[in-house]
């Protein structure tokens, strides 16, 4: 049985992974830690889940892997910068295994598969993505992260920057520019967590649309996870290579 630790465990998605881990037969559900709770019950498990805040979760995972936890993070925020420092504390912790990704849903992985696939063959590529009215970062971890894929797959295919005519704009219109693509932020009451794609070229346009119609849609990904963590030395982050998609996408 492997011992989960759960942070965040009152939160929405805290209580479902306190529910998928209690339901499978070879994990036990060890701890759960919320705000205002000792961290330190978490020193017996094999592996802590962290589905806390941006602001916080950079402090779970420093005490974890000063305690030698293995931790499964899914909390958003992790850019470039706040993975190079989490890779800097794993330097000098070899035998502690982290795995972060910016979204467990398998749609979700395979939508940003397939744009970042797309991403070459346009002249234009923009992202809206859709929240709950109660999330407190924007753009969502995935938009950022599909706008990254893209960028990526744009600078390989040779394409330059994205081409916008708009001369004149009511402030925040045109969306946030994450890498040189334009994310549009919904946040509203009844949605769990939604993105179109949209590329266009002259006489066309593609949409790569996923929609998370509720938060089970992350628990395969996040068991996955909590089961292969231990086996993957350093920092793993994003779903990618647990699901066989490791490479070039
Ligand atoms: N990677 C993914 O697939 C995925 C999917 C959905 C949400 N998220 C991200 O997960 C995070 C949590 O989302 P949510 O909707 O469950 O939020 P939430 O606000 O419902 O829950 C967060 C919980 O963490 C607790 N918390 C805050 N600081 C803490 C700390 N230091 N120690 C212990 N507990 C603490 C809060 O009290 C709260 O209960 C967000 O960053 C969100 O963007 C990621």
Known sequence: MIKVGVLGARGRMGTAVC?????????????????????????????????????????????????????????????????ETVAGWLD?????????????????????????????????????????????????GTAARTADLISAARAAAGLGEVPDATTTAAEGARGALQEGVHVHSVRLPGVVAKQD?????????????????????????????????ASRPGLTFGLEPLLGLEGPA
């Open 197 to 229: 794609v949209i590329f266009g070229d002259p006489g066309e346009t593609l949409t790569i649309a996923h929609n998370s119609i509720n938060r089970a849609s992350f628990m395969p990904g996040v068991l996955l996870a909590i089961r292969a963590v």
């Open 92 to 140: 000098k912790a070899p035998d502690v295994r982290v795995m972060i990704a910016a979204n467990f849903s398998v749609g979700a992985v395979l939508m940003m598969r397939f744009a970042a696939q797309a991403a070459g063959f346009f002249e234009s590529a923009e992202i809206i993505e859709l929240r709950h009215a109660n999330k407190v970062d924007a753009p969502s």
């Open 19 to 83: 529910q998928a881990v209690g339901a499978a037969s070879d994990l036990e559900l060890a701890v759960t830690v919320d705000q205002g709770d000792d961290r330190q019950a978490l020193a017996l498990c094999d592996a802590v889940v962290d589905f806390t805040a941006p602001a916080e979760v950079l402090g779970n995972l420093e005490w974890c892997i000063g305690q030698g936890l293995n931790m499964v993070v899914g909390t958003s925020g992790f850019s470039p910068e706040r993975l």
